[in-house]
C-alpha cells in the first residue's frame, strides 16, 4: 500500500512567488557493492524515466542524476544539503529506487557503497534535509520506491495509506510554497515490489502515468505550484 505524507500548507494558501527553479535529485540503485543487498533489476530504469519526465518542459526540473556506483551516501548528502542552502529553488523533487532496510540503528535507503552499521541514509536524516528545505519556502516532495519506505513519515496527523493513484500523485504535487509531502512505495513493514511485465517497481509505474497525465485535472495540470 501506498503511505503518503505531507506537512505545510495547500498550494491555494501558500505564496505563489519564487523564481520558477525546480531542482530534481533522482537517485537508481540496481547494483550494490556488498552483501546481503543483492542486485536489483528496474531501479536504474525507473530513475532514468523519473528523471526524463521531470525534465519534461511542462515540468521544467534541472535534474541531478545518480544511478548505481554514483549514488553514495556522500554524493546524496551533498546534493540535499545543497538544495537547503538555496535560496532561489521553488520545487525540490528526491526521488529513489533501491533497496530499503530496517537495521537496529535506523531504517534507510540502502546506498549502492552500504556498508554495516552505515547502510545509506537514514531516512529520519532524510525527513530531516527535507524539512530543513522547506523552511527556505522551498516545496519538497520525495518519492521512495524501496522496501520499509514508510518509515519516512513527516508525521501521523497527516499520514494516509492506499493505492498509488492519480488523486495521491496530484495531492502530493499541490501544496505549496514552504511544504513537504513524501510518497512511500509500501508500509514501514512492507516491501516494494518490481514487475518484469512492467520493467519498472510497481510504484514507479504509476507514478510515472500520474507524471504522463492521468494524475492532471480538466486542465492538464499537475505541476507544483502552478
Known amino acids: 500500500a501506498l503511505q503518503l505524507s505531507y506537512a505545510g500548507m ?3 494558501e501558500a505564496s ?4 520558477g527553479r525546480r531542482r530534481g535529485i533522482v537517485v537508481g540503485v540496481d547494483d550494490y557493492q556488498r552483501t546481503p543487498y543483492g542486485s536489483l533489476t ?13 525534465s519534461l518542459p511542462q515540468y521544467g526540473f534541472e535534474v541531478d542524476l545518480l544511478l548505481d556506483e554514483h549514488a553514495t551516501r556522500p554524493r546524496i548528502l551533498e546534493l540535499l544539503v545543497r538544495a537547503g542552502a538555496s535560496r532561489d529553488l521553488d520545487v525540490l ?8 532496510d530496517i537495521t537496529p540503528l535506523s531504517a534507510f535507503l540502502i546506498t549502492h557503497d552500504s556498508e554495516p552499521y552505515r547502510e545509506g541514509i537514514e531516512l529520519p536524516l532524510l525527513v530531516q534535509l527535507l524539512t530543513r528545505v522547506s523552511e527556505t519556502g522551498t516545496a519538497a516532495i520525495a518519492f521512495l520506491d524501496c522496501c520499509k519506505s514508510g518509515s519516512a ?11 498509488l493513484d492519480p488523486d495521491a500523485v496530484k495531492l502530493a504535487f499541490s501544496h505549496g510554497a514552504g511544504s513537504r509531502a513524501v510518497l512511500a512505495a509500501c508500509l514501514a513493514d512492507d ?6 511485465a512492467l520493467g519498472h517497481g510497481r510504484f514507479t509505474h504509476h507514478l510515472l502515468e500520474g507524471l504522463y497525465g492521468e494524475a492532471a485535472d480538466a486542465s492538464g495540470t499537475i505541476t507544483p505550484n502552478s
Do not use: R, V, W
Open 153 to 163: 513519515s513527516l508525521t501521523q496527523a497527516a499520514m494516509t495509506t492506499g493505492s
Open 10 to 12: 495547500p498550494a491555494a
Open 93 to 100: 523533487a528526491f526521488f529513489f529506487a533501491g533497496h530499503g
Open 16 to 19: 505563489t512567488e519564487g523564481s
Open 42 to 54: 528496474y531501479c536504474t530504469a525507473d530513475a532514468e524515466a523519473i528523471a526524463e519526465a521531470l
Open 191 to 196: 516491501n516494494a515490489m518490481e514487475s518484469a
